[in-house]
Each structure stands twice: as structure tokens, then as C-alpha cells.
């Protein structure tokens, strides 16, 4: 069984930015943690969820073109922990924002087997 749980989200301006952390524990911990592939995804009221980013166990990072050059995604193997640094928020970035881990790097949810509960950003323009 894998968990994970996601913080840092929250309510900030325009402009503004934040940075969600999300850590593992269960089978993905120790060095179980570093063969994931971990992807971030996020869901706003009425939509489907979306691909943010997504980085593969050795580290190479894969972004949708919505958030390319603002928002960063980076993993911490000894924490067990995935970040994604969001800078310059938007209020279309508004949306419960989901941890995921997988086995297969993609952009499709179906693709990962674990996700966290989700973290609320919320942008005001």
C-alpha cells in the first residue's frame, strides 16, 4: 500500500506563488520512494483532471504548456517527497491539486496507481 499526502496549498493573489509538497510513505518509501515515477495533476470545479507536471525516477521533468516556465516540479528521494514550486499564479490555476505515483511517466491519470487526497489552491485575481 502506498500513501501520500500533499500540503501547501491555499489562497494567495495573482502573481502570487506557492509551493505544494507531497510525501511518501507505505511501499514507495525508502529507496522504494526512488523508482516511482511521481506526477502532479489538478482539478478545477466542473472539469476534468489535468496533467501539471510529472517527473520520472531519474529525474527528468515533463510539464503541461499551460504552466511550462512557471511552474517547477522536483523530487527530494531521501525525503520521499515531490514538490512543484508554482510561481507567477494564475486564477486558472485554481483547483484541488493531486500527488500521484506510477510505474509509467504520462499525462493521463489513468496511468498512476496512487494518488493523495488533494490540496486546495485557490488564486484571486
Known amino acids: 500500500q502506498v500513501q501520500l499526502v500533499e500540503s501547501g496549498g491555499g489562497l494567495v493573489q495573482a502573481g502570487d506563488s506557492l509551493r505544494l509538497s507531497c510525501v511518501a510513505s507505505?511501499?514507495?518509501?525508502?529507496?522504494?520512494?526512488?523508482?516511482?515515477?511521481m506526477g502532479w495533476f489538478r482539478q478545477a470545479p466542473g472539469k476534468d483532471r489535468e496533467f501539471v507536471a510529472a517527473m520520472t525516477k531519474s529525474g527528468s521533468p515533463y510539464y503541461a504548456e499551460s504552466v511550462e516556465g512557471r511552474f517547477t516540479i522536483s523530487r527530494d528521494n531521501a525525503k520521499n517527497t515531490v514538490y512543484l514550486q508554482m510561481n507567477g499564479l494564475k486564477s486558472e490555476d485554481t483547483a484541488i491539486y493531486y500527488c500521484?505515483?506510477?510505474?509509467?511517466?504520462?499525462?493521463?491519470?489513468?496511468?498512476?496507481?496512487?494518488w493523495g487526497q488533494g490540496t486546495q489552491v485557490t488564486v484571486s485575481s
Open positions: 500521484s505515483s506510477g510505474t509509467i511517466i504520462s499525462n493521463t491519470p489513468s496511468e498512476y496507481a496512487y
Open positions: 507505505g511501499q514507495t518509501s525508502g529507496r522504494g520512494f526512488a523508482t516511482y515515477n
